[in-house]
């Protein structure tokens, strides 16, 4: 089982996941979206930082395709639907049963729109 939060820092947007939590098996690939908007009359850009609970699960949960490599530079208003795709490890500890991946948005200098 894992869980899926959204969060900004002191960013006029929203931003959350279509599906909160997801049930997988270690080894099977997983696909979700998350919806970011800028609410702000003006463009902004951000940089997701994810991190992960418990702590040691953080090396087995295994990213393939996510927002949080780049920067994501925004226009006024825009919103955009953006994935994830990630692997759990079978090698988990089986003592692991649920995970959390949390995603924080700060802005960041960057392209602004």
């Known amino acids: 089982r894992i869980e899926f939060d959204a ?4 960013l006029p947007w929203r931003f959350r996941t279509e599906t909160p939590i997801v049930n997988v098996r270690p080894g099977e690939l997983v696909s979700l979206v998350y919806e970011v908007e800028n609410t702000a009359n003006r463009p ?29 530079a925004f226009a006024p208003h825009e919103k955009r639907q953006m994935p ?7 090698k988990l500890p089986r003592d692991v049963t649920a995970m959390t991946l949390s995603y924080t948005f700060f802005e960041v200098e960057g392209n602004n729109r």
């Open 44 to 72: 902004l850009t951000g940089q997701a930082i994810a991190s992960y609970g418990p702590a040691n699960a953080a090396p087995y949960f295994k990213k393939l395709e996510c927002f949080c490599f780049t920067k994501q």
């Open 7 to 10: 969060n900004v820092n002191r």
């Open 84 to 90: 994830v795709v990630f692997v759990v490890d079978p």
